[in-house]
T-cell receptor, first 117, second 114 residues
Framework: AQSVAQPEDQVNVAEGNPLTVKCTYSVSGNPYLFWYVQYPNRGLQFLLKYITGDNLVKGSYGFEAEFNKSQTSFHLKKPSALVSDSALYFCAVRDRNYGGSQGNLIFGKGTKLSVKP | DAGVTQSPTHLIKTRGQQVTLRCSPKSGHDTVSWYQQALGQGPQFIFQYYEEEERQRGNFPDRFSGHQFPNYSSELNVNALLLGDSALYLC?????????????FGPGTRLTVL
């Protein structure tokens, strides 16, 4: 069965410091991996995805993520955090061998990122 | 270009009632998925519609049903509401059914069941 784990409920970072939000996954085949961000009372906004190729993926708002197959991880990173980055972050996975049609996204429980001035 | 829109924004119902939520996909998108996000949890997949047919379904009872119209918009219907159905319901759209495509989410409908 497919699953996603976000081991930290909350991550606290000072503005200007680097941030990392952790994600590990479990799928039977090879994964497609996604990061979304959710601001209060808003839907999810797409940040970036890993499909194939370079393990380091760059996305919106200066975020990037590194795919590590041996550790089954896809951690989200940003070199210098902003107060405006404070939000709820979700990692999601889709098994590329799901079969034919799109298949649903499996989400983690989310990690609340708090960036203090 | 409008993104994914959902209506209503908020809804309050009582146990046993029925509810219909609506979604208009992003322009150019023909595939619509619905998710339920309980408080403090990640979204959970309910079902997906493509070409006016339900293509995939998550682990939700038959009380949850849907429809897709020729213009690709979609409805989610929930019958015999339970307290546990209180959640944020998210609609997501994508162009086609390729597994490589990200989904674009609407702002959601907050359903409260009393």
């Amino acid at each position: 069965a497919q699953s996603v784990a976000q081991p930290e409920d909350q991550v606290n970072v000072a503005e200007g410091n680097p941030l990392t939000v952790k994600c590990t996954y479990s799928v039977s085949g090879n994964p497609y991996l996604f990061w979304y961000v959710q601001y209060p009372n808003r839907g999810l906004q797409f940040l970036l995805k890993y499909i194939t190729g370079d393990n380091l993926v760059k996305g919106s708002y200066g975020f990037e993520a590194e795919f590590n197959k041996s550790q089954t991880s896809f951690h989200l990173k940003k070199p210098s955090a902003l107060v405006s980055d404070s939000a709820l972050y979700f990692c999601a996975v889709r098994d590329r061998n799901y079969g034919g049609s799109q298949g649903n996204l499996i989400f983690g429980k989310g990690t609340k990122l708090s960036v203090k001035p | 270009d409008a993104g994914v829109t959902q209506s209503p924004t908020h809804l309050i119902k009582t146990r046993g009632q029925q509810v219909t939520l609506r979604c208009s996909p992003k322009s150019g998108h023909d595939t619509v998925s619905w998710y339920q996000q309980a408080l403090g949890q990640g979204p959970q997949f309910i079902f997906q519609y493509y070409e006016e047919e339900e293509r995939q379904r998550g682990n939700f009872p038959d009380r949850f049903s849907g429809h897709q119209f020729p213009n690709y918009s979609s409805e989610l219907n929930v019958n015999a509401l339970l307290l546990g159905d209180s959640a944020l319901y998210l609609c997501a759209s994508s162009p086609g059914t390729s597994v490589r495509n990200e989904q674009f989410f609407g702002p959601g409908t907050r359903l409260t069941v009393l």
